[in-house]
């Protein structure tokens, strides 16, 4: 039998939804509780209303927000890259062939080292807050390497996404088609029964646009449904193609044009921008604000990968979407939470709502504001995931 628990003493509770709250886009009360029971929150709203529990937790004048949803993340892999980091830092720029080095150390590894580092870094996640997260492959490229990521990140998540297409293998070099067909082919039907959504990286040197539409449309064949990642290192048809494709996230959005700003404006796919990325590679800064202001979703999310964003912070990408990209700090704990959930279409997350899965974070500050007013420091001292502690 579950019990109920009220966190009562909130300074600044981040709702997700205006009928809870002021209206405002994170629905926040101020002098606030949250009643959770068993996996689900079952009420919200100003303290001095909340209902009888069985427990209590005194929030301490502190913040509550719905835990982060980090809709883009590449975790399974072997090796770093910390010399290309470096080599970068020092003048050279990124391409998409620095995959390769991954390439060769995922398919090194054992099944227990890929998990090892799997969960090193969820662990990490989730002592920042982050509840949910999607993960790919792409650093096997072989049938039998692509269906072992995968297998290995469904025992951890539920959104798990196949990304055969993140660069034409290197044993295909002089045969990009022949990849392709093994891509939607032998390889799909490998790797669809452990994922639920298909990628492909849409971009010079990996795959155009033709390509990328065989890879999401094969993949939907088979059940899956299109991410993808777009217009990240220049101008192109990744992001029309999505829009197109009714996918749910075009992921970077770095180099837009006023067509495919409005594009996602008048779609259902979210705009996912990956800061990290950028700051990683010393890359001009996504326009966070420009599709903001047109009327697109627009989420945030750490893309962690050893390559181009190592970090596993999403309160690290809030701070920069603020300083950076034109957010206001409403804005970007929105599309931390509910922006994330959006573009992995859930509705039982992002939110602290009746009926909500109760997966909460308690910042050690008063207010939600604080994760871009304080960066770099370790905000986040208390999560719940599904109703359970477990920070
Ligand atoms: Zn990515």
Known sequence: MSSSTAITNIATLVTNDPSLGDNSPLGLVQDAAVVIDGDQVVWAGESRKAPATDNRVDAG???VLPGFV???????FAGDRTQEFNARMSGRAYSAGGIRTTVAATRAATDAELEA????YLDEALRQGTTTFETKSGYGLTTEDEARALRIAAAHTDEVTYLGAHIVSPDFADDPAAYVALVTGEMLDACAPYARWIDVFCEKGAFDGDQARAVLTAGRAKGLHPR???????????VQLAVELDAASADHCTHLTDADVDALAGSRTVATLLPGAEFSTRAEWPDARRLLDAGATVALSTDCNPGSS????????????VREMGMTPDEAVWSAT???ARALRRDDIGRLAPGARADLLLLNAPSHVHLAYRPGVPLVTGVWRRGVRVV
Request: proline residues 5%.
């Open 61 to 63: 004048g502190r913040a």
């Open 70 to 76: 980090d809709s883009h993340s590449h975790l399974v």
């Open 117 to 120: 580092n799997l969960t090193r």
């Open 228 to 238: 993808i990642h777009a217009n990240q290192l220049s101008y192109g048809p990744g």
């Open 310 to 321: 190592f970090t596993s912070s999403v309160p690290f990408c809030i701070a920069l979407a």
């Open 338 to 340: 509910a922006g994330g």
